[in-house]
């Protein structure tokens, strides 16, 4: 009876062990890192003629880790909550393959700004939107995801 007990008591421990870990490192996957992402650019000229396409942009993706402190003057806490945001940006562009005919040429060039690469700092409204979304915003389904995730 008590190796029965001295053993359930050890797999008990490896699958707790097993469960942090495999937790954590999931978890890790997630930081703020760059990702490719799909884009429905649009462009229109002075008639109304388009031209359009699916655009495949670097931007950053995921979380950084935050924190408060509690203090006892107001407003009884210190927040640190950094965003994952762009570290580096270039410019670059592309042809849209899809236009309307008789469109104006140079419709078909569409400029745009990606990521260089990402890091984790408070927001600055100065080049990054800081405000917050919920979850079932309608405007989350303006982008859709692509599985190609960049390490």
């Not at 797999?11 to 996957?29: E, P, R």
């Not at 396409?53 to 009884?76: M, N, R, T």
């Not at 849209?96 to 984790?120: F, I, M, Q, S, W």
Request: proline share 4%.
């Amino acid at each position: 009876m008590l190796d029965t007990k001295r053993c359930f008591r050890i797999v008990l421990l490896m699958m707790t062990i097993w469960c942090v870990s495999d937790g954590a490192s999931s978890s890790l996957n997630n930081r703020c890192k760059l990702k490719r992402y799909t884009h429905k650019a649009v462009q229109t000229d002075f008639n109304g003629l388009r031209c359009w396409d699916d655009v495949k942009i670097l931007s950053c993706w995921g979380f950084c880790l935050s924190y408060e402190i509690a203090h006892w003057q107001f407003p009884y806490k210190e927040s640190h909550h950094p965003v994952c945001v762009h570290g580096e940006r270039k410019h670059a562009s592309v042809k849209l393959r899809h236009c309307d005919a008789g469109v104006e040429p140079g419709t078909e060039l569409y400029h745009y700004v990606e990521a260089v690469n990402c890091k984790c700092q408070v927001c600055s409204s100065e080049d990054t939107s800081c405000e917050w979304l919920p979850p079932d915003s309608p405007f989350g389904g303006l982008i859709r995801e692509d599985v190609d995730g960049m390490e």
